[in-house]
């Protein structure tokens, strides 16, 4: 059974970093491209990085530069890590991956091709 448990959230100031993790089971990772997307309160979810089955990385504009994304094969595990944090990177952080393997190969940013996932996990910037 796929599943997906994001880690690592927690209250920070201003300027400060946190590393998320989202282990992973019941599937090949290296196979499957993986995206972490956030949801803050009152607005849409988005995409924040992804990295493409075919290990293509991507970022949105407003993480550009500060987060970096990551996997690990051998762990089963995806990370996220967020430097240099702001008020506005507050919401609940969620990992995704498509429904099967080799899809999103290239472009991965977007939500609509992921079908599983995580729980989420609480990241809150604030002085």
């Known amino acids: 059974q796929l599943r997906l448990v994001e880690s690592g959230g927690g209250l920070v100031q201003p300027g400060e970093s946190l590393r998320l993790s989202c282990a992973t089971s019941?599937?090949?990772?290296?196979?499957?491209?993986i995206g972490w997307f956030r949801q803050a309160p009152g607005k849409e979810r988005e995409a924040v990085a992804c990295?493409?089955?075919?290990?293509?990385?991507d970022y949105a504009d407003s993480v550009a530069g500060r987060f970096t994304i990551s996997k690990d094969i051998v762990k089963k595990t995806a990370y996220l890590q967020m430097d240099s944090l702001k008020p506005e990177d507050t919401g609940v952080y969620y990992c995704?991956?498509?429904?099967?393997?080799?899809?999103?190969?290239?472009?991965?940013?977007?939500?609509?091709?992921?079908?599983?996932w995580g729980q989420g996990t609480q990241v809150t910037v604030s002085s």
């Open positions: 019941g599937f090949n990772l290296d196979a499957y491209a």
């Open positions: 990295v493409a089955s075919g290990y293509n990385i």
């Open positions: 995704a991956v498509p429904a099967g393997a080799g899809s999103l190969f290239t472009q991965c940013l977007g939500a609509e091709g992921y079908a599983h």
